[in-house]
């Protein structure tokens, strides 16, 4: 019996390698309710068609009409606007992949989980922003939670069949393209350098993240709560070459790794096919080849974010909500221009700081409220900011 899935945020990095991963484990294993996407409607489209999905949408109400032409004469249905995106989210399904990138995927993942799905979760930011209150409603639900970014996915593997408790996760970061730069240089960089990944072939935004660690301070957060760690267990380790994924360290010495390709597709087989390997066309590790592996400890001086994250969990409450929105609006004004790269990190230091110590969300209006607070800030304090390069 085929396994109904829907994809939301189709046309990304993560949505694209779904795509490659569902085409490749052959017709007849997935039956496609519902794909979405945002501005890419060719995309959209394309996804659609391929895997004969029943819907499409876009969270843009004015690309309605563009979506509708492109799946003229599929049978496709076609629908648009922030209410069709949780409709289709709450399609029932067996799983639903949640690649939406930032705080936009909070409330299509919740609307998934509240229908029983299995979430192979890709969005970071959904723990990140609503950790608690997600979790609670994943048990509320019945509904399964399985990580798809490949830190978690390596550790959901390493950690599923021991009962030893966990004595410290080792989140493995590559150091993006400016491992090596000075303090100097990497002030100076631009986006176009930042989107340059030495390993990983992923979407603008998280190529940008990687290069700041922003990926991995949001990941340390997302640890603690897919695993009940704190930030004392929790280490990052810059290892250049992407072959060891994570490790998970027990209390008689021994720690396990989670070694494969540099390949999202492996992570998300896993989480499409759980509890199956599926066979996958992903390249075999030739260990003579490697001939070595590196590591290294993260700079904190040029990689502040990996600092904000651990004061932001130990300050607990809506503090990582709040650290992720000002990231987000960092971002956007990194990729404007606006700001600088390292100014990205002190603009999200100077909204926590402005914003205070912040209280726990009783309910998810809270974390909404959280959530646009910080943006306003961040957003105020961006225009004192000196302009990007």
């Known amino acids: 019996m085929a396994t109904r899935l829907s994809i939301l945020g189709v046309t ?21 309710v519902a794909v979405t996407g945002h501005a890419n409607i060719d995309g959209l489209a394309s996804a659609a068609r391929r895997l ?9 109400p004015a690309r309605l009409d563009a979506l509708r032409q492109a799946l003229s004469g599929t049978g496709i249905e076609a629908a648009a ?6 409709e289709a989210a709450s399609r029932p399904v067996d799983v639903v992949m949640s690649a939406i990138v930032g705080a936009a995927g909070l409330r299509p993942t919740l609307a998934a989980v509240r229908q029983g799905a299995t979430i192979a979760l890709a969005n970071k930011e959904t723990l990140v922003a609503a950790g608690a209150l997600f979790l ?6 019945g509904a399964r939670l399985l990580p798809v970014d490949s830190e978690h996915n390596a550790i959901f593997q390493l950690v599923a069949h021991e009962k030893t408790p966990i ?24 986006p176009k350098q930042a989107v340059a990944h030495p390993n990983w072939s992923m979407g603008a935004r998280i190529s940008i993240d990687s290069a700041s660690m922003f990926n991995k301070a949001l990941e340390m957060i997302e640890a603690g709560h897919l695993f009940g760690a704190g930030p004392d267990k929790i280490e990052v380790v810059v290892h250049p070459q992407s072959i060891i994924h994570s490790m998970v360290g027990y209390r008689d010495g021994s720690i396990l790794a989670h070694l494969g390709p540099s390949d999202m597709r492996v992570a998300i087989g896993y989480a499409l096919a759980w ?6 066309p992903v390249e075999r590790l030739d260990f003579a080849d490697l001939a070595r592996l590196d590591f290294e400890a993260p700079d904190i001086t040029r990689f502040p974010a990996l600092r904000l994250a651990r004061e932001a969990m130990a300050a607990g409450g809506l503090t990582p909500c709040a650290l ?13 221009g606006q700001i600088g790269f390292l100014d990205m990190a002190s603009l999200v230091e ?13 309910m998810l209006d809270d974390v909404f409220d959280a959530d646009q607070t910080a943006r306003r800030v961040a957003r105020e304090l961006t225009v004192t900011m000196p302009a990007g390069n």
């Open 12 to 32: 990304g990095s993560i949505g694209n390698s779904t795509v490659s991963v569902v085409e490749s484990l052959g017709p007849g294993r997935f039956d496609v």
């Open 52 to 60: 004969h999905a029943d819907l499409a949408v876009t969270a843009d």
């Open 81 to 86: 606007g922030p209410d069709a995106l949780i």
């Open 136 to 141: 609670d409603e994943i048990a509320r639900s």
């Open 167 to 190: 004595e410290r996760l080792l989140l493995t970061a590559s150091g993006g393209p400016f491992r090596t730069w000075s303090v100097e240089q990497m002030a100076a960089a631009s």
């Open 275 to 280: 509890p199956e390997r599926p066979d996958l």
């Open 324 to 336: 992720n929105a000002a990231h987000e609006i960092a971002l956007d004004a990194f990729i404007a």
């Open 350 to 362: 100077a909204t926590l700081s402005r914003l205070g110590a912040q209280p726990q969300a009783a």
